[in-house]
């Protein structure tokens, strides 16, 4: 009886716990006016937030990741980049019945690598500006490093758990980062 009534005084503690949001890191600008989180408010509230020192600049009411991706502001705050290290496996297509003889190989990226999103660029009033794919910036010969779980991908070295550099904004105002296998992809506003 006393486990259980010290489970319930758990529960009761640990509810406000539940409540309160969860924020993302901020990022700042390259010239350091401007700064940009994602803050998580509960399931499916999402707000994504552009400040200055002087205070906030505008915000977004809306989920475009989660508190654990990269986002990144233009010097001007109108424009974010997200990049998005875990995505979603694309949709494989069925293979056509192989003719006879010689079975081929498809041609193109894998069905997995195909469609998949993995940065997008969003400006103020939360409409996609620019897109990169997997494919855009994963060379087809380097697919085979891109570590592949059971619905998911993950292709960005300095990020959950592979090894090299994270992503970054330079002094120039670039996006840069290395896909794995890959070489410096950058992004620009």
């Not at 990169?132 to 779980?149: G, K, S």
């Amino acid at each position: 009886m006393r486990h259980a009534a010290l489970a319930l005084f758990l529960c009761v503690l640990s509810l406000p716990a539940l409540a309160e949001e969860r924020k993302g890191r901020a990022r700042v600008s390259a010239n350091g006016l401007y700064s940009v989180r994602m803050v998580d408010a509960g399931p499916g509230k999402c707000r994504l937030e552009v400040t200055k020192e002087s205070g906030p600049v505008w915000q977004l009411e809306q989920c475009l990741g989660t508190v654990d991706d990269y986002y990144f502001v233009s010097n001007d705050g109108e424009r974010v980049w997200v990049v998005w290290p875990l995505v979603e496996k694309g949709k494989t297509k069925p293979e056509p019945a192989p003719k006879r003889g010689k079975a081929r190989k498809p041609k193109g990226p894998p069905g997995w690598a195909t469609n998949v999103l993995v940065a997008g660029q969003y400006g103020r009033d939360g409409q996609r500006v620019l897109e990169r794919r997997l494919t855009d910036l994963v060379p087809a010969r380097q697919l085979t490093e891109v570590r592949q779980m059971t619905h998911h991908l993950k292709w960005l070295e300095g990020t959950l758990g592979i090894p090299g550099k994270g992503p970054r904004l330079t002094d120039a105002g670039v996006v840069e980062f290395e896909p794995v296998g890959g070489s410096t992809q950058q992004l620009h506003f």
